[in-house]
């Protein structure tokens, strides 16, 4: 585990709302030198505290008016159908997310589609032939706010 | 509208976020100052919002994720706004997101370890207003988490 300072704390919250910004634009607002800047976000990098960059895109802008949370019950367990759930339901395009949960149910799926009608033919053709689905409770996604975490 | 040049430069973005404007160029077939244009475009009508890094909390020791599910007293009018007021307030809530469905809301916490876990479902979680009924889905992998769209 990674121990951080306020200096990398304000990094990670500046590159979390724009990881456009040069080094060099982002030290000076923080009054380092962009080397040391840069040093600092290699190191959060190599660390794997930033895992990636993420485009963020307005899915309703781009006709995806309907975002629905799946919680997905398999209807028989064991090793391989695990397996074999997750490879079929990851190669779904309309399925942004996988992850396998304890609880109520043993998936919980993100899934976009164009409207409810759209939504229907990728549950029905996609999701509930899935390998192993058993179960499944929709909830459709009205707003959604990313927090910035403790920092 | 979006034609395919935008949709086929969305794609490129989403799958390689970390592209230089030359290669991207490139990739999609088009002069950098063309692209510079489209991007401008696509920016200025609201459609990519930006470029975030994603934290991962992992690497900095959060351990523990739980979906908190939650139902909420609907007897009070103002009672969601509040509750989401009040998670704001707690620093390891990452998302909070609202449904149309049997959920009314849902909080993604993380925590360093179960003890710490324990500690704010206890002192922060079961003291937020309007509660009636949580329940929690323990996180054990992610198998899918680019949240790419199928554009």
């Known amino acids: ?151 | 509208m979006l034609d395919d040049l935008d949709r086929r430069i969305l794609r490129l973005m989403q799958a390689e976020p970390d592209l230089s404007g030359p290669d991207l160029a490139d990739r999609a077939g088009v002069t950098p100052s063309r692209l510079a244009r489209r991007l401008e475009k696509l920016r200025e009508s609201g459609v990519l919002r930006g470029v975030r890094a994603q934290i991962d909390w992992q690497a900095l020791g959060y351990a523990v994720e739980v979906s908190l599910r939650i139902t909420i007293d609907k007897s009070q009018p103002r009672a969601l706004d509040e509750l989401m007021q009040a998670a704001r307030d707690i620093p390891e809530v990452i998302e909070i997101q609202t449904f149309l469905g049997r959920v009314d809301l849902r909080l993604s916490v993380i925590a360093r370890d179960m003890a710490h876990y324990q500690q704010i479902y206890r002192d922060q979680i079961l003291t937020l207003p309007h509660l009636a009924e949580i329940e929690a889905l323990m996180h054990v992998a992610r198998i899918k988490s680019e949240e790419s769209l199928p554009l």
């Open chain 1, 1 to 151: 585990m990674m121990p951080l300072d306020d200096t990398d704390r304000a990094i990670l919250r500046a590159l979390a709302r724009d990881a456009t910004q040069s080094a060099g634009a982002l030290g000076r607002r923080l009054g380092l030198s962009q080397p040391a800047t840069w040093r600092r976000i290699k190191r959060l990098q190599d660390a794997g505290v930033i895992k990636a960059r993420k485009l963020d895109l307005d899915a309703d802008k781009l006709g995806f008016g309907v975002t629905v949370f799946l919680g997905v019950k398999l209807a028989t367990k064991g090793r391989v159908s695990l397996e074999d759930f997750e490879r079929a339901v990851t190669a779904i395009p309309e399925v942004q997310t996988v992850e396998h949960v304890l609880g109520l149910y043993d998936y919980r799926l993100r899934v976009v589609a164009r409207d409810i009608a759209d939504f229907e033919r990728v549950l029905r053709r996609r999701i509930m032939t899935l390998p192993g689905a058993g179960d499944v409770e929709a909830n459709v996604l009205l707003t959604e706010e990313r927090r910035p975490g403790p920092l």
